[in-house]
């Protein structure tokens, strides 16, 4: 009798699955673009001191310019989100970096006040508004099912790891060659990022025939969302009757004023009038933004482990504490307090955002990224509101003491804020 063998079915590498999951790719060319955007928030503050002695401008019109941009910067987000759900993440994306370009470019033949404003407030402000965290919540939210809080962490940190990256090599360009060659160089970096969204990016892992990373099933591409202008409005109408929205984007509003709104402009003068060097000072702020960056991994990484109401309270009572005992920290050098404040205030800096990220998506689903969008835009509100009275009150009172006292009492009230966001009971 024949002897019957059985033998099994080989197994086809598609069964096995890729060990290189599509969504890192797309993941590390998400944080390229707002590596690349990030990069044009650091320009304005090196282009004072030439265009005012080059042009004779006021600083008042130079400042004009950067106060566009980060007005526009805030409340283009939302709106971008819902853009991403009509035509595809990959069309914005190259879009938003063609107008950084192009503003990049028109700068650098510019030769009147208004034309700063029109370029690189306006179309520069629009371009970078669309490559902020909302762009991380959509790519995140697309792409992965698990590890969600850790790539939006990492992502959430590209934008200070551009600013990290390319503040020394562009105040050293200008510094050598003046203003103009370092913001063409500039310009086309971001046109050679374009080409690699281009090439490289997807809008929805069914594109590229693939499950979100983590995922168990095959998840269909949506359909394209309509109205995309009138969609991100009515998201603000409805979240604006809940209470939560009201929380996270009051919390927002805290995060920015007692961050990027107070130290990118009233941290030199701070430590100035404390007796550091400018150079030095400098040099501590950048520390900041690294452990910024650092701060937001691993915030993602603790997102994805434990209720993100209890994180937000954790990172605003400590960020509370820092700013209560900077005064007492501030000297003429750079001590070991010193240090210790940078690390740790650099570490709770940035990691407000995978747990907001993560309540909004949780709160409001699909139109989640958008709700965050509108909590960024409260954000921008509490930076530009933070850096103009952070200003105003130290010409009134000859210190800011009171400013460093009056932050950390709202970081407070932002802690007890989060600790009352209420989220589906099968979050």
Excluded at 282 to 288: G, K, N, Q, V, Y
Excluded at 395 to 408: E, N
Aim: some cysteine; hydrophobic content about 55%; charged content about 10%.
């Amino acid at each position: 009798m024949a002897q019957l063998t059985q033998t099994s079915p080989p197994t086809s590498p598609r069964a096995r699955g890729p060990r290189f999951h599509r969504a890192w790719a797309i993941a590390v060319v998400s944080g390229a673009a707002i590596v690349t955007a990030g990069a044009f928030t650091t320009v304005p503050g090196l282009l004072v001191t030439p265009l005012h002695e080059n042009y004779a401008w006021d600083r008042g019109q130079i400042a004009l310019a950067a106060s566009v941009n980060m007005v526009l910067f805030g409340l283009t987000a939302p709106f971008a989100a819902a853009l991403m759900d009509r035509v595809g993440i990959r069309r914005v994306v190259v879009g938003a970096l063609l107008l950084i370009t192009a503003g990049a470019l028109l700068t650098s033949v510019m030769a009147q006040p208004w034309q700063l404003v029109a370029y690189w407030g306006v179309l520069i402000g629009l371009g970078s508004g669309c490559l902020t965290m909302t762009f991380a919540a959509s790519v995140t939210g697309s792409w992965f099912d698990r590890r969600r809080g850790l790539v939006t962490g990492a992502l959430s940190s590209s934008s200070h790891l551009g600013q990290l990256l390319f503040l020394p090599l562009l105040a050293w360009a200008v510094d050598r060659f003046g203003w103009q060659p370092p913001v063409v160089t500039l310009a086309f970096v971001a046109l050679a990022v374009a080409a690699l969204v281009l090439l490289l990016l997807r809008d929805h892992p069914a594109d590229a025939g693939v499950k979100p990373y983590g995922a168990t099933e095959f998840v269909p591409k949506p359909a394209p969302a309509s109205g995309a202008a009138q969609r991100t409005v009515k998201v603000l109408f409805s979240a604006a009757r809940t209470g939560p929205f009201w929380l996270l984007a009051g919390m927002f509003v805290i995060c920015g004023a007692s961050t990027n709104g107070i130290m990118w402009s009233n941290w030199a003068p701070a430590a100035h009038d404390h007796g550091m060097r400018v150079t030095a000072a400098a040099s501590m702020l950048s520390l900041i933004g690294i452990f910024s960056a650092l701060g937001a991994v691993f915030s993602g990484w603790l997102t994805d482990r434990f209720d993100p109401r209890r994180l937000l309270t954790a990172y605003f009572a400590i960020r509370a504490l820092t700013l209560l005992v900077l005064p007492m920290v501030f000297s003429s050098t750079v001590t070991l307090p010193m240090i210790v404040f940078v690390v740790v205030y650099g570490l709770v800096d940035v990691a407000t955002v995978p747990p907001v990220i993560a309540l909004t998506s949780r709160v409001y689903g699909e139109d989640g990224p958008i709700v965050f969008g509108w909590t960024n835009s409260a954000h921008q509100l509490g930076a530009g509101a933070s850096a103009f009275l952070g200003a105003t009150a130290r010409d009134l009172f000859g210190t800011y003491d009171v400013v460093w006292a009056t932050l950390s009492a709202v970081c407070l009230v932002a802690a007890l804020m989060a600790m009352v966001v209420r989220t589906p009971r099968t979050a």
